[in-house]
């Protein structure tokens, strides 16, 4: 049985790249949301694919619900608290 092949073999001469995510601040989703362009022409502006943008659309309650509850419009994360009755429920198990 011939032995493996190592990783860095030179029949791989193809190399996978991986992506890089972008986490989009709160301010730069809210931008995208308060300009009435074409989703392309708001992605070109900001250095983005169309794809990254229409889902910020289809969720522009949430993130102006979070805008206005959240003190620094630098933050790329917006958390969720959940109410008493929930804390409760936790708390006992």
């Given amino acids: 049985m011939p032995p493996k092949r190592p990783a860095t073999s030179p029949t791989m001469s193809f190399s996978i790249a991986k992506k890089n995510r972008k986490s989009l601040t709160l301010k730069v989703k809210l931008d995208i949301i308060h300009r009435h362009e074409k989703t392309s022409s708001i992605a070109r502006h900001h250095g983005l694919t169309p794809s990254t943008v229409s889902p910020i659309f289809k969720s522009a309650d949430?993130?102006?619900?979070?805008?206005?509850?959240?003190?620094?419009?630098?933050?790329k994360r917006t958390t969720r608290t959940h109410d008493s009755a929930m804390d409760k429920m936790w708390k006992c198990t």
């Fill in 62 to 75: 949430s993130i102006k619900k979070a805008g206005e509850t959240v003190s620094s419009l630098q933050a």
